[in-house]
């Protein structure tokens, strides 16, 4: 069974990455959760990335705030597909500092990167991601995508009979 780690650079971003656990947990889809700080704890980063494939690990969400280094330093050193979660942190320029640390990679150190704040959207492309050879998951995704799209017609029924 595939696996998702779901890493974060300190605790104060666990707000924003509980969107990601929480929806991978909808698909069935484990998760591994731990804080991996780029800054405070190379040697954890470092072990954790070269080592996550050989656990089970299919996928990885960083999410990181400020200088948001995390993602880009996981990246460099794993196999395995990497999303980033640009984190608004307290020490943070409205977001934008995250945002560009992510997403700004150079060639050959890709890391896929949601919106700031966009664990859960990072948690539904890691679930496609597995779906992609995981028909199971596959078609919960695809059950999902249709729910999104049956809410987003009831609620057009609803104004439709609010405004006649």
């Known amino acids: 069974m595939s696996k998702v780690a779901i890493i974060m650079g300190s605790i104060s971003d666990m707000p924003v990455m509980q969107e990601a656990i929480d929806i991978l947990k909808g698909f069935d889809i484990e998760t591994e959760v731990d804080i991996v700080s780029a800054h405070r704890t190379p040697e954890k980063l470092f072990d ?18 400020g200088a948001a280094h995390l ?14 979660v640009p984190v608004k942190s307290s020490n943070s320029i409205d977001g934008w500092d995250s945002v560009l640390s992510i997403l700004q990679m150079p060639g050959g150190v890709p890391v896929a990167t949601v919106a700031l704040n966009g ?5 539904i492309l890691a679930a496609q991601i597995i779906g992609s050879h995981d028909k199971c998951v596959l078609d919960k995704i695809v059950f999902y995508k249709e729910s999104l799209k049956e809410a987003v017609n009831k609620a057009a029924d609803g104004l439709n009979k609010q405004t006649s």
């Open 71 to 84: 993602p880009g330093m996981v990246a460099s050193m794993s196999p395995l597909p990497v999303i980033g």
């Open 48 to 65: 954790f990335s070269k080592n996550a494939h050989t656990r089970g690990i299919s996928v990885i969400i960083a999410g990181a705030g």
């Open 119 to 123: 664990a859960k959207n990072a948690g």
